[in-house]
């Protein structure tokens, strides 16, 4: 069965994700939503944002797009393909008993979850830093606003934000 795609992404207000491969802001609201929403789900990812963070994240099925047949780590999934990627994903959400797969970055995963993505999960960063990496451009009038929540910094968040959700305004067109 073919399961809805959801990204889940933090951007900056001048649309940087990254720099360096790593993220480049301290956002403890964020890390607890980003938790939230992937929490018992199968991620995608980028072999490079795979190496950013490390190792696989507890609570959640870590599948690693990448072209090098010789990649591997201890509990993560690997595919070499788009269409792997989502099949992996989609048999591990079937084992973990979930309807939704979560993708995480980095940008070059973007692009291609976004043509078939059912929700976007955004964090709005409202700050303008310098980077290396930007959210792909997309069509913002192919969704409709779930919510939104304006948050002024807590006492672990460097800038303020908004938490978006967007869902696609026609299911056919997306997973
Ligand atoms: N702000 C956020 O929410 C957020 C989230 C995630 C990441 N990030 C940031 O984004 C940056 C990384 O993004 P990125 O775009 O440079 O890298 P990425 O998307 O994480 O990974 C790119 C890698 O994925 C593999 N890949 C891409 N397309 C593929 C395909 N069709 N088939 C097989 N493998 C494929 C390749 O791996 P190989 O080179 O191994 O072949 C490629 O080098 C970092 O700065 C990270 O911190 C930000």
């Not at 990204?7 to 360096?20: E, Y």
């Not at 792909?136 to 807590?154: H, I, M, Q």
Request: net charge positive; proline share 6%; hydrophobic share 40%.
């Amino acid at each position: 069965m073919r399961l809805p795609l959801a990204i889940v992404a933090a951007i900056a207000d001048n649309g940087v994700i990254g720099r360096d491969n790593r993220l480049i802001w301290r956002l403890r609201s964020d890390l607890r939503r980003f938790r939230d929403l992937t929490w018992g789900k199968p991620m995608i990812m980028g072999r490079k944002t795979y190496d950013s963070i490390g190792k696989p994240l507890p609570g959640r099925r870590t599948v690693v797009l990448t072209r090098d047949r010789s990649f591997a780590a201890p509990g993560v999934e690997v595919a070499h393909g788009w269409d792997q990627a989502l099949a992996r994903a989609d048999a591990l959400a079937s084992e973990m008993g979930t309807d939704e797969i979560s993708v995480i970055g980095g940008a070059e995963i973007y692009a291609l979850a976004l043509p078939g993505t059912r929700r976007l999960y955004l964090t709005l960063v409202h700050a303008s830093p310098e980077g290396d990496t930007l959210f792909p451009a997309y069509d913002r009038s192919a969704f409709r606003e779930l919510w939104r929540r304006e948050c002024a910094k807590g006492p672990d968040d460097e800038h303020p934000f908004t938490f978006l959700d967007l869902e696609r305004r026609s299911s056919a067109a997306g997973r």
